[in-house]
């Protein structure tokens, strides 16, 4: 089932627009969406007639703003089915709220010898700060490998589970080949086997797939905005109530306090006491728009549209015998990341960008990923709800002249 790509094009205004006198088709959304017009529209209101702060404020703007900023976060409980909206924690995006956890819960729980457990699946944000936590700690990083096709070993998961597990942190799904994790297999696992927290990555997942935190059982989730069709610099951290209760506060400041004095500071319970200083104001307000527009569409409809076109350049790319899919995981988002044969990803891009092409190449920052397929990056064509079977047949043709341009 295709959407409506009459109506798409009026919901995303750079989906029809030129650059430099030039239509640009976009494949790159695995690493930012575009931006939904009703976000735009709602962070230009704010900045051009309706600006204020939030929260204690008594006059008219800053209590609409509080409301609206408020809004944002009961949308996100609301999606997500979380429990309480004070579950829900806003901060700058996905790599900001791991190292949230990182560092406030992380620091507090982790002591020598304590297991952490990722996967060569993972991007740069979810491998870092749990590094930088087992220097700190002396607790110890383990990784779950993954087969040639791109998917976990979930027999290797199950044997790196011990009694020493305390977290398990794991992308939904992978930014630089488009694997969907068996997410709930993952989590039944480590609940049946430890006593450990999970973390999940969403990133890549929010604006593709339905998540339910509770029927999931999962204990912290990270998203951003701008991989769901809203601004950028701007997320949240989902955390059961009881560990967010349980954690210090990252920053002290503004927002954050119950009482001040020179002898001892109390702090607001959760969410105010992760969320010092002014906010994102502008960022969360148009976030809303845009979780609404997700609602609105139905994952149905964004899965199978996305499926669609997945499978169509999927079919397309196989066609050409030069290039070589890396990542062909039998659960598949849509993302192609790829290798031409005798020609760099990095010149890839840049011819395709001469034809209005826009890809992304490089490690997509996964370079424990790239080792494992023995490349030292790869060309990413990724696609969402606004692209077409007409956008895929452009890329199809700017490859078969790239490789014309090199024979």
Same mark, same amino acid.
């Given at each position: 089932?295709?959407?409506?790509?009459?109506?798409?094009?009026?919901?995303?205004?750079?989906?029809?627009?030129?650059?430099?006198?030039?239509?640009?088709?976009?494949?790159?959304?695995?690493a930012t969406n575009l931006r939904?017009?009703?976000?735009?529209?709602?962070?230009?209101?704010? *900045?051009?007639?309706?600006?204020?702060?939030?929260?204690?404020?008594?006059?008219?703007?800053?209590?609409?703003?509080?409301?609206? *900023?408020?809004?944002?976060?009961?949308?996100?409980?609301?999606?997500?089915?979380?429990?309480?909206?004070?579950?829900?924690?806003?901060?700058?995006?996905?790599?900001?709220?791991?190292?949230?956890?990182?560092?406030?819960?992380?620091?507090?729980?982790?002591?020598?010898? +304590?297991?952490?457990?990722?996967?060569?699946?993972?991007?740069?944000?979810?491998?870092?700060?749990?590094?930088?936590?087992?220097?700190?700690?002396?607790?110890?990083?383990?990784?779950?490998?993954?087969?040639?096709?791109?998917?976990?070993?979930?027999?290797?998961?199950?044997?790196?589970?011990?009694?020493?597990?305390?977290?398990?942190?794991?992308?939904?799904?992978?930014?630089?080949?488009?694997?969907?994790?068996?997410?709930?297999?993952?989590?039944?696992?480590?609940?049946?086997?430890?006593?450990?927290?999970? @973390?999940? +990555?969403?990133?890549?997942?929010?604006?593709?797939?339905?998540?339910?935190?509770?029927?999931?059982?999962?204990?912290?989730?990270?998203?951003?905005?701008?991989?769901?069709?809203?601004?950028?610099?701007?997320?949240?951290?989902?955390?059961?109530?009881?560990?967010?209760?349980?954690?210090?506060?990252?920053?002290?400041? $503004?927002?954050?306090?119950?009482?001040?004095?020179?002898?001892?500071?109390?702090?607001?319970?959760?969410?105010?006491?992760?969320?010092? $200083?002014?906010?994102?104001?502008?960022?969360?307000?148009?976030?809303?728009?845009?979780?609404?527009?997700?609602?609105?569409?139905g994952f149905e409809v964004i899965?199978?549209?996305?499926?669609?076109?997945? +499978? *169509?350049?999927?079919?397309?790319?196989?066609?050409?015998?030069?290039?070589?899919?890396?990542?062909?995981?039998?659960?598949?988002?849509?993302?192609?990341?790829?290798?031409?044969? +005798?020609?760099?990803?990095?010149?890839?891009?840049?011819?395709?960008?001469? *034809?209005?092409?826009?890809?992304?190449? $490089?490690?997509?920052?996964?370079?424990?990923?790239?080792?494992?397929?023995?490349?030292?990056?790869?060309?990413?064509?990724?696609?969402?709800?606004?692209?077409?079977?007409?956008?895929?047949?452009? @890329?199809?043709?700017?490859?078969?002249?790239?490789?014309?341009?090199?024979?």
């Open positions: 089932m295709l959407i409506d790509f009459n109506k798409i094009k009026s919901d995303f205004p750079q989906v029809d627009s030129e650059f430099e006198g030039k239509k640009i088709t976009y494949l790159d959304s695995a939904f017009r009703g976000s735009v529209e709602a962070i230009t209101r704010y *900045y051009s007639f309706e600006t204020a702060n939030v929260h204690r404020g008594i006059h008219k703007l800053s209590e609409m703003n509080t409301h609206k *900023y408020e809004e944002t976060r009961d949308a996100l409980k609301n999606l997500f089915n979380a429990k309480d909206r004070a579950e829900i924690i806003f901060t700058k995006g996905t790599t900001d709220s791991i190292n949230l956890i990182a560092k406030s819960w992380g620091e507090h729980n982790f002591k020598q010898h +304590d297991e952490i457990i990722i996967s060569e699946l993972e991007h740069h944000s979810n491998i870092v700060p749990w590094q930088m936590l087992c220097e700190k700690t002396g607790a110890k990083l383990k990784v779950i490998p993954v087969n040639d096709k791109g998917e976990l070993e979930i027999e290797e998961f199950s044997k790196l589970l011990t009694d020493k597990t305390k977290l398990v942190a794991i992308n939904y799904i992978s930014n630089a080949l488009g694997t969907i994790n068996p997410i709930n297999k993952i989590i039944t696992l480590t609940k049946a086997k430890t006593s450990a927290k999970v @973390l999940i +990555d969403a990133a890549q997942a929010a604006s593709h797939k339905e998540i339910d935190v509770q029927k999931l059982d999962i204990d912290f989730m990270a998203i951003s905005a701008h991989k769901m069709f809203g601004p950028t610099g701007v997320g949240a951290l989902y955390g059961k109530l009881d560990l967010l209760e349980s954690m210090p506060p990252l920053m002290g400041g $503004g927002a954050m306090i119950d009482k001040v004095s020179f002898e001892k500071t109390t702090y607001l319970p959760s969410p105010e006491k992760f969320e010092a $200083g002014t906010p994102h104001i502008a960022g969360v307000i148009g976030w809303k728009p845009a979780i609404d527009y997700i609602c609105d569409l899965e199978a549209h996305e499926k669609e076109i997945l +499978d *169509y350049a999927t079919q397309e790319i196989e066609k050409l015998s030069n290039v070589k899919i890396i990542g062909t995981a039998n659960e598949k988002s849509g993302v192609l990341s790829f290798t031409m044969k +005798d020609i760099h990803p990095h010149d890839i891009a840049t011819i395709a960008n001469k *034809y209005g092409v826009a890809i992304r190449t $490089g490690h997509h920052c996964t370079q424990p990923l790239m080792k494992r397929f023995g490349v030292p990056a790869t060309a990413r064509a990724s696609f969402s709800i606004y692209n077409t079977r007409e956008d895929v047949d452009k @890329l199809i043709s700017t490859l078969k002249k790239i490789t014309e341009l090199f024979c």
